[in-house]
Antibody, heavy 120, light 110 residues
Framework: QLQLQESGPGLVKPSETLSLTCTVS??????????WGWIRQPPGKGLEWIGN???????YYNPSLKSRVTISVDTSKNQFSLKVSSVTAADTAVYYC????????????WGQGTLVTVSS | QSALTQPASVSGSPGQSITISCTGT?????????VSWYQQHPGKAPKVIIY???KRPSGISNRFSGSKSGNTASLTISGLQAEDEADYYC??????????FGGGTQLTVL
């Protein structure tokens, strides 16, 4: 059973870069069965897909965030990462990492989520 | 890529059935049988309850069922239980390896 765990700073200053890491256990990030994705949820609001990466390094981003987002995979550490540049208060959210099944394209396993607040 | 449209809230009494709709476009729900539904309790991560329109992951009660017609997908919960009170989100593949979520529906069990 895959387990995912987010880690990173809980507070980021406006205009800086938000950086989070997701550590995968119970399976290999080099599996061809999953994409590795990030989803966020502003306080009291709905879910927003940020993007996915495949173990080969291929990436796919939400068009509305594409210019500011980078997702990368580190197979040696069984981790994948998210960077969001030039953050504003609108980027304040709980950020979830998740495995997205290649077949069926649904988010199967989720991390517990981590709250990132953008404030000076 | 606009969010899928869900009712903000639905309610039902224990034992009843409720249906939550999720309306998209011909570019997402209408084009692919790749709709999934997620249940989220307060302070918890979402959990998949339906995938590929009408399939249930292992361990998910058969009280949850999904369907699709045209650009609209639906989630039906039968035999409502107090533990079903949660937020529900639909999600659809939208081409180009992208997905789009619905705005979410708060289910209240009266």
């Amino acid at each position: 059973q895959l387990q995912l765990q987010e880690s990173g700073p809980g507070l980021v200053k406006p205009s800086e870069t938000l950086s989070l890491t997701c550590t995968v256990s119970g399976g290999s990030i080099s599996s061809n069965s999953y994409y590795w994705g990030w989803i966020r949820q502003p306080p009291g609001k709905g879910l927003e897909w940020i993007g996915n990466a495949y173990y080969t390094g291929s990436t796919y981003y939400n068009p509305s965030l594409k210019s500011r987002v980078t997702i990368s995979v580190d197979t040696s550490k069984n981790q994948f990462s998210l960077k969001v540049s030039s953050v504003t208060a609108a980027d304040t959210a709980v950020y979830y990492c998740a495995s997205r099944a290649v077949a069926g394209t649904y988010f199967h396993h989720w991390g517990q989520g981590t709250l990132v607040t953008v404030s000076s | 890529q606009s969010a899928l449209t869900q009712p903000a809230s639905v309610s039902g009494s224990p034992g009843q059935s409720i249906t939550i709709s999720c309306t998209g476009t011909s570019s997402d729900i209408g084009s692919y049988n790749l709709v999934s539904w997620y249940q989220q309790h307060p302070g918890k991560a979402p959990k998949v309850i339906i995938y590929e329109v009408n399939k249930r992951p292992s361990g998910i009660s058969n009280r949850f069922s999904g369907s699709k017609s045209g650009n609209t997908a639906s989630l039906t919960i039968s035999g409502l239980q107090a533990e079903d009170e949660a937020d529900y989100y639909c999600c659809s593949y939208a081409g180009g390896s992208s997905v789009v979520f619905g705005g979410g529906t708060q289910l209240t069990v009266l």
